[in-house]
């Protein structure tokens, strides 16, 4: 079981993605800040980060500590932009809210089952 922290502000999708990654057998703990996301940084696997606002903020806070935390981001798909910089950053994989919607737990399988193969 991976210990996964999602920086998810969005109660509403936050909770879909909690019980998506939940179901798939992770341990989440869902944060309302980036500042508790970094407090919760510690040991954990992986870390889910809404990109939807202040993007830009929010990579600058969380790519650098993250260390060897995988990072999994998404963002609004009319935003592009915001993939490029938070790739650019460090993050491992940023994919549109809507493929997070849909795939979110393959995703954090696949990019946890990469650090386990590294």
């Known amino acids: 079981m991976a210990r996964v922290v999602a920086f998810l502000p969005d109660l509403l999708f936050g909770s879909k993605v909690q019980?998506?990654?939940?179901?798939?057998?992770?341990?989440v703990t869902v944060v309302g800040s980036p500042a508790a996301a970094l407090e919760q940084l510690d040991g954990s696997d992986l870390l889910?980060?809404?990109?939807?606002e202040d993007a830009q903020d929010r990579i600058e806070l969380l790519a650098g500590p993250a260390g060897t935390t995988k990072l999994l981001?998404?963002?609004?798909?009319?935003?592009?932009?915001?993939?490029?910089?938070?790739?650019?950053?460090?993050?491992?994989?940023?994919?549109?809210r809507s493929r997070m919607a849909r795939e979110g737990a393959s995703l954090a399988d696949g990019l946890l089952a990469s650090a386990q193969a590294s």
């Not at 998506?20 to 341990?27: K, N, P, Q, Y």
């Not at 889910?48 to 939807?52: A, P």
């Not at 981001?73 to 549109?96: E, N």
């Open 19 to 27: 019980g998506m990654l939940a179901a798939a057998g992770h341990d």
């Open 73 to 96: 981001a998404f963002y609004l798909h009319t935003d592009v932009d915001t993939r490029v910089r938070a790739l650019d950053a460090g993050f491992d994989l940023v994919v549109p």
């Open 48 to 52: 889910v980060v809404d990109l939807c």
